[in-house]
């Protein structure tokens, strides 16, 4: 079965650390285009960073500088590592395979379920 | 604020038909294509409809997108109560060179 199953989240003071995983099954990591989305509660989506195929990542302003996207080829694993985590981080983190950059507006044709990070004291 | 817009809420009543806009710029909708999604509660969000008309396989043709300009629209024909869910809609912006989503639209069906 092709899915994405992420983990890792929980709650974490301002200024901390978390590194999620995702997980990947029915296809394989490092031929596609991979990125983290995240939701804060209530609110609406943002695109956070991705990783292409070839390694290349990128990031969105708000996280720029903060947190590194990377991928474990050996565990079809992909992974957001995030420091000095603040409140305004708080969100649904997903992870999602993209198709389409570069050519098209970039879109997810596969989301994982979602893990929740807190950043609270 | 997002960079697109849509109205916050839409509502129908089942067999209905149903639209919901997405407003954007010269540096997003107007120069690339459009993507939606469907989140139903507690769930993550879905493909619905990708490059501005096409849907991907197993969404059923009840949903339909369009463009044009610097605006989008997604059409919801036949209108059913599993169809509530919040919608939103998403494009390349050149500016700031990333991808975009618009508010969300909470869609409930009466």
């Known amino acids: 079965e092709v899915q994405l199953v992420e983990s890792g989240g929980g709650l974490v003071q301002p200024g901390g650390s978390l590194r999620l995983s995702c997980a990947a099954s029915g296809f394989t990591v490092s031929s596609n285009f991979m990125s983290w989305v995240r939701q804060a509660p209530g609110k609406g989506l943002e695109w956070v960073s991705v990783?292409?195929?070839?390694?290349?990542?990128y990031y969105a302003d708000s996280v720029k500088g903060r947190f590194t996207i990377s991928r474990d080829n050996s565990r079809n694993t992909l992974y957001l590592q995030m420091n000095s985590l603040r409140v305004e981080d708080t969100a649904v983190y997903y992870c999602?395979?993209?198709?389409?950059?570069?050519?098209?507006?970039?879109?997810?044709?596969?989301w994982g379920r979602g893990t929740l990070v807190t950043v609270s004291s | 604020q997002s960079v697109l817009t849509q109205p916050p809420s839409a509502s129908g009543t089942p067999g209905q038909r149903v639209t919901i806009s997405c407003s954007g710029s010269?540096?997003?909708?107007?120069?690339?294509?459009v993507n939606w999604y469907q989140q139903l509660p507690g769930t993550a969000p879905k493909l619905l409809v990708y490059s501005n008309d096409r849907r991907p396989s197993g969404v059923p043709d009840r949903f339909s997108g369009s463009k044009s300009g610097t605006s989008a629209s997604l059409a919801i024909s036949g209108l059913q109560s599993e169809d509530e869910a919040d919608y939103y809609c998403?494009?390349?912006?050149?500016?700031?060179?990333?991808?975009?989503f618009g508010g969300g639209t909470k869609l409930t069906v009466l």
């Open positions: 010269s540096s997003n909708i107007g120069t690339n294509t």
């Open positions: 999602a395979r993209e198709e389409g950059r570069g050519v098209v507006s970039p879109y997810f044709d596969l």
């Open positions: 990783i292409y195929s070839g390694g290349s990542t």
């Open positions: 998403a494009a390349w912006d050149v500016r700031p060179n990333a991808l975009v």
